[in-house]
């Protein structure tokens, strides 16, 4: 298994360790599983914390190999923050890896989970990457990273009471823009009849995001970018794709376009710009952080949306 050699290969890096630096003084050394949760983190920590992301920019969390860097960032952090829902399939293997007894906290506690319509068994594999019966995807809904952030805070406010007050600060500071970023979002929306919202994508990551702005989206993978649909799958859609005139269809940053272009293709349909669905983009791109990658994702999908 490809993940377990990994894991093996791992360990030897555990040698390395005791010769690393330490953190910068003043600096709390804290890991984030993936580069969007990583910008949050950093939000609410603002200069007291030193945020290292495992899944960097326009990387794929769902296939995730660890690196010896990896094992390293863990064994020296203070906490571990994690999506949860079954995104990190890998973290649990990695901690024991890296000896990591810290706390893991889960920012997306206490959301109202979404169901998958089926579970993600990725063709029978067990490589770390199941989902089990909840979307992990919450992120997409602005308001259930405002769950993440109020979580966020509460738990480096446990690891650090000194910046208690720092950290609640800056995470209502952070709570304000989700909310200026959901009422413009809202109301962008409010423009377009709801039978017009009508979405095509490569993954189904935007389950949250269509049920809180109403918006449909059909997806050509599972949830997860590691999935291959079958093909009575992909016909189906593109039977459906003509007969609903759909012209909203969209590529993502880390997911393969070869599906994608196989329906452009068959069906007419240009695709539009490049969704962000589970990493931001790199530094100069589109989408740094969490709010430009909502802002740009909705700008893009509007101007596709009003052609249907």
Same mark, same amino acid.
């Given at each position: 298994?490809? @993940?377990?050699?990994?894991?093996?290969? !791992?360990?030897? /890096?555990? #040698?390395?360790?005791?010769?690393?630096?330490?953190? %910068?003084?003043?600096?709390?050394?804290?890991?984030?599983?993936?580069?969007?949760?990583?910008?949050?983190?950093?939000?609410?920590?603002?200069?007291?914390?030193?945020?290292?992301?495992?899944?960097?920019?326009?990387?794929?969390?769902?296939?995730?190999?660890?690196?010896?860097?990896?094992?390293?960032?863990?064994?020296?952090?203070?906490?571990?923050?994690?999506?949860?829902?079954?995104?990190?399939?890998?973290?649990?293997?990695?901690?024991?890896?890296?000896?990591?007894?810290?706390?893991?906290?889960?920012?997306?506690?206490?959301?109202?989970?979404?169901?998958?319509?089926?579970?993600?068994?990725?063709?029978?594999?067990?490589?770390?990457?199941?989902?089990?019966?909840?979307?992990?995807h919450a992120w997409q809904d602005p308001q259930n990273v405002i769950?993440?952030?109020?979580? @966020?805070?509460?738990?480096?406010?446990? !690891?650090?009471? /000194?910046? #208690?007050?720092?950290?609640?600060?800056?995470?209502? %500071?952070?709570?304000?823009?989700?909310?200026?970023?959901?009422?413009?979002?809202?109301?962008?929306?409010?423009?377009?009849p709801e039978a017009k919202r009508r979405v095509i994508t490569s993954?189904?990551?935007?389950?949250?995001?269509?049920?809180?702005?109403?918006?449909?989206?059909?997806?050509?993978?599972?949830?997860?970018?590691?999935?291959?649909?079958?093909?009575?799958?992909?016909?189906?859609?593109?039977?459906?794709?003509?007969?609903?005139?759909?012209?909203?269809?969209?590529?993502?940053?880390?997911?393969?376009?070869?599906?994608?272009?196989?329906?452009?293709?068959?069906?007419?349909?240009?695709?539009?710009?490049?969704?962000?669905?589970?990493?931001?983009?790199?530094a100069g791109g589109p989408a740094p952080d969490y709010l430009a990658?909502?802002?740009?994702?909705?700008?893009?999908?509007?101007?596709?949306?009003?052609?249907?």
């Amino acid at each position: 298994m490809r @993940i377990l050699r990994s894991f093996s290969i !791992l360990l030897a /890096a555990l #040698a390395l360790v005791s010769s690393l630096p330490a953190a %910068a003084a003043g600096h709390i050394p804290v890991v984030a599983s993936f580069s969007i949760l990583g910008d949050i983190v950093a939000n609410v920590g603002g200069d007291r914390i030193a945020v290292t992301t495992l899944v960097g920019p326009d990387e794929d969390a769902h296939v995730f190999q660890p690196a010896p860097d990896d094992i390293k960032a863990l064994s020296r952090a203070k906490l571990v923050v994690v999506n949860g829902l079954g995104f990190e399939g890998w973290m649990e293997r990695l901690a024991q890896s890296a000896n990591y007894h810290g706390a893991i906290v889960t920012a997306s506690a206490g959301i109202h989970s979404r169901e998958l319509v089926g579970e993600d068994e990725h063709d029978g594999h067990d490589d770390g990457h199941h989902h089990g019966k909840d979307d992990p995807h919450a992120w997409q809904d602005p308001q259930n990273v405002i769950v993440y952030t109020r979580n @966020i805070v509460a738990a480096l406010a446990r !690891l650090d009471p /000194a910046g #208690a007050a720092a950290y609640r600060k800056n995470g209502e %500071a952070y709570v304000g823009k989700l909310q200026e970023l959901d009422r413009w979002a809202i109301q962008q929306f409010a423009q377009i009849p709801e039978a017009k919202r009508r979405v095509i994508t490569s993954h189904d990551a935007f389950e949250y995001f269509g049920a809180h702005y109403k918006v449909r989206f059909l997806a050509a993978q599972g949830v997860s970018t590691d999935s291959e649909p079958s093909a009575r799958e992909v016909a189906a859609l593109i039977r459906q794709i003509r007969a609903e005139k759909i012209k909203a269809l969209f590529f993502e940053n880390m997911s393969n376009p070869k599906l994608l272009q196989q329906i452009a293709r068959e069906t007419g349909v240009t695709p539009g710009g490049k969704l962000y669905a589970d990493a931001l983009s790199r530094a100069g791109g589109p989408a740094p952080d969490y709010l430009a990658l909502m802002r740009y994702n909705i700008g893009q999908l509007l101007e596709k949306i009003r052609l249907n």
